[in-house]
Nanobody, 124 residues
């Protein structure tokens, strides 16, 4: 089993930066594809971006690809989401997820392991 714990959320002003972390325990996730999703109030959970388990290729939705960066530190079993130039529409609970396969996916149902989420609020 894999447990994921996110941290780093908070309240920031528009234009600010924030870095989220997601630390895995239970086993190494270095070969797992991992992703960030977010869920705003009243909306469905939305895919933000992902990083492959081998090679570390990253993919993003258009709305964030010039502002967000996903990275991982396999020595720390940790996933990161660096967010810059935050906008009010980025306000959401952010979740990290992992799947027991190196290939990426943008689908919620393809990820077996989820964190509890961390709130990001961007004030305009």
């Amino acid at each position: 089993q894999v447990q994921l714990v996110e941290s780093g959320g908070g309240l920031v002003q528009a234009g600010a930066s924030l870095r989220l972390s997601c630390t895995a325990s239970g086993r190494s996730v270095k070969q797992y594809a991992m992703a960030w999703f977010r869920q705003a109030p009243g909306k469905e959970r939305e895919y933000v971006g992902t990083i492959s388990g081998i090679g570390g290729s990253t993919y993003y939705i258009d709305e964030v690809k010039d502002r967000f960066t996903i990275s991982r530190d396999n020595t720390k079993n940790t996933l990161y989401l660096q967010m810059s130039n935050l906008k009010s529409e980025d306000t959401a609970v952010y979740y990290c997820a992992a799947r027991g396969h190196p290939a990426v996916s943008s689908l919620v149902g393809q990820y077996e392991y989820w964190g509890q989420g961390t709130q990001v609020t961007v004030s305009s």
